[in-house]
């Protein structure tokens, strides 16, 4: 607290050199059939480790994604960390690919 109030930086600005993974950061989509949207990427993403919880997690080794339906609004959020930019990038994108086919 003393260095944030004495830099007049965020925690967020102090730590950034030091973050570890590159993340999406919440990344919403109005999607008409989450139940269906969720069992396409269960399907594709089935050699990863699933996690059915709340919406659906699949972690692998270097990334995972998440993707919740709100309670809310009728939106879906998409989560998703890698361990470099470059695969957080590859892997959004063909996130965004499969639930923007599924509008």
Not at 3 to 31: C, D, P, T
Not at 60 to 70: D, E
Request: charged content about 25%; proline content about 3%; glycine content about 4%.
């Amino acid at each position: 607290m003393n260095i944030m109030a004495s830099s007049g930086k965020k925690l967020s600005e102090l730590v950034a050199h030091v973050q570890r993974y590159a993340h999406s950061g919440e990344i919403n989509f109005k999607v008409n059939d989450s139940v269906d949207l969720f069992e396409k990427a269960k399907q594709k993403y089935s050699d990863g480790q699933l996690d059915i919880l709340d919406g659906i997690k699949v972690s692998y080794p270097n990334w995972w994604f998440s993707l919740r339906a709100s309670n809310t609004e009728p939106l879906v959020r998409l989560n998703l960390e890698a361990d470099t930019p470059d695969l957080m990038e590859e892997m959004k994108y063909e996130l965004i690919a499969l639930i923007t086919a599924s509008k």
